[in-house]
């Protein structure tokens, strides 16, 4: 809208706590023009950037943050989970997940798929298996998979459908076991393909009720971290009719499970609400499921197992280096030891041979030495833990994880220590909390290691600035993405953050949804 001087108005924000850096600062009114910050300051000061023309927008004694942000969330799933896939996560008992399991077989049409996601051994006291899965929806396919999205299970319809057989071998980077029915990391895609196609059309609906929700969460941008050439012409479409209702970044998935073909470089894609110019590599498994690569062998498992490396050094350093030369970045699920020294010597080598690249990820870096904090600095690597973890998985880490290992357990204050930038997420879902309020709190007060929570400015600042200059901060020329809180997080006791309840997610355009902007500006 513009005024009849031809000129966008402005708005200030006032009437309630203003932190431009989420640091525990406030300011007395914040300016606003063209989706960009003017002024953060006082009262006059805020006047005196926007002129006569503006609007004010009392606050009500709600507090303003800059957008929050989740760093690594897989949205089409989110959405799927809120709309078609069986949601097993809130099942507290092998009977329950039973129960829901029988309940959606007799729901659905004969001959159709049961798909669900989120059950979990050390809580519900269930690792589904192939007999039972026959039993409880008898004559039908059925693909249940483990809440970490690394360990699924079958029944034998769904393998006679995928055509896997007594003898059908394991993949690289991925183990089937055919009289369990069980298929872990790469494995999964020989299940994975037997199923009907999703539509552009359901990509984006699941889309869409991913991000919605999300956005009633309080946040403002997010990264869907594993993306392949479907999902993706589904947001370009839905970004091309103006409808993504909060900013996305994409990583392009180069290697899909259970196969050992190489996807292409994707296009690189800007604009206001969109950004794709990062791809995704799976070097090792999931922590929860001990399925992440280490060094020792986990708990409770016989024969001992190392967990799973799902690809070689050289094959992930070509992969890798394919994109660091053509400016992509690189974000690479690494969570165990033995993952975190292959990945870090990747991208040491990287650096080394092709200098002046762009800076890389780690997503969730779950189990870090010492000597992988000081190397993932020198090397500029952004870190991508999940506090949420902390409180959700603690139970399995417990049942799984060493003693030697055990005190490297997402060492979240140790990362800032390190001087590392760190963003958090969610990681969701791999659990089944998605407010970020919620993953503040697990990050000052859940700490697995003894020591290792961190600050409400850190939380908040990870939960902010994401991987992006542009965003966490409100200070003039920034984006004037926010999020209104009722309630002050600053003066809240850490052990309430989580009930503070979100008043609005705004997400700051200038004129045009969907015109390009300057690369310089989505770093």
Not at 73 to 90: I, Y
Not at 115 to 128: D, E, F, T, V, Y
Not at 143 to 157: E, F, G, K, Q, W
Not at 218 to 245: E, H, I, K, Q, S
Request: hydrophobic content about 40%.
């Amino acid at each position: 809208m513009t005024s009849p001087s031809g000129t966008t108005p402005a708005t200030i924000y006032t009437g309630g706590p203003i932190y431009p850096q989420a640091d525990g600062h406030t300011v007395q009114a914040l300016a606003v023009r063209g989706g960009r910050v003017l002024a953060a300051g006082t009262w006059a000061e805020a006047r005196a950037a926007v002129g006569a023309d503006h609007e004010v927008h009392e606050l009500g004694g709600d507090t303003l943050l800059p957008g929050l942000t989740d760093a690594h969330v897989h949205v089409w799933k989110v959405g799927q989970l809120r709309t078609t896939l069986l949601d097993l996560r809130e099942a507290e008992s092998a009977e329950d997940v039973a129960a829901l399991v029988q309940a959606r077989h007799r729901e659905l049409p004969p001959g159709e798929w049961l798909w669900g996601r989120g059950w979990n051994g050390a809580r519900q006291g269930l690792i589904p298996d192939r007999a039972l899965l026959d039993a409880l929806a008898p004559g039908r396919p059925v693909l249940l998979t483990r809440t970490c999205a690394h360990i699924h299970a079958v029944n034998t319809r769904a393998l006679e459908a995928a055509g896997i057989g007594p003898d059908t071998p394991s993949p690289p980077g991925g183990e089937l076991d055919y009289e369990l029915g069980r298929l872990t990391e790469t494995a999964y895609g020989l299940v994975y393909g037997a199923r009907p196609t999703p539509t552009q059309a359901q990509f984006e609906v699941w889309i869409l009720a991913g991000l919605t929700y999300l956005k009633s969460l309080g946040l403002t941008a997010v990264t869907d971290p594993a993306v392949d050439a479907p999902l993706y012409a589904a947001y370009w479409a839905l970004d091309a009719a103006g409808r993504l209702p909060i900013r996305v970044n994409l990583l392009y998935i180069r290697r899909p499970d259970g196969g050992s073909d190489t996807l292409p470089l994707p296009e690189k894609y800007l604009s206001e609400r969109l950004r794709c110019d990062s791809v995704k590599f799976f070097p090792d498994g999931g922590l929860s499921g001990a399925t992440a690569a280490v060094s020792v062998p986990y708990l409770n498992l016989a024969p001992p197992n190392h967990g799973v490396l799902r690809l070689d050094s050289a094959e992930l350093y070509e992969l890798a280096r394919e994109a660091h030369i053509n400016g992509f970045r690189i974000g690479a699920h690494a969570i165990g030891d033995v993952a975190l020294d292959q990945l870090l010597g990747v991208y040491t080598r990287l650096n080394a041979e092709h200098p002046g690249g762009r800076r890389h990820r780690i997503e969730h870096f779950g189990l870090p030495s010492a000597a992988h904090l000081q190397q993932a600095h020198a090397l500029g690597v952004i870190a991508v833990p999940q506090p949420t973890f902390l409180h959700e998985l603690r139970a399995n880490y417990d049942r799984y994880i060493p003693p030697e290992l055990a005190g490297q357990v997402f060492p979240l204050r140790a990362m800032f220590e390190a001087g590392l930038d760190v963003a958090f997420s969610s990681g969701d879902p791999v659990v089944r909390e998605l407010r970020p309020l919620a993953g503040v709190q697990a990050a000052v007060s859940e700490a697995y290691v003894p020591g290792m929570n961190v600050t409400l400015a850190q939380a908040f600042g990870a939960y902010t600035h994401g991987d992006s200059h542009e965003r966490g901060s409100l200070r003039p020329g920034f984006r004037a993405d926010l999020t209104r809180v009722g309630g002050d997080p600053f003066h809240t006791e850490a052990h309430l953050l989580s009930g503070l309840p979100v008043h609005g997610a705004i997400v700051a355009d200038p004129f045009v949804y969907g015109a390009p902007v300057a690369e310089s500006e989505m770093t």
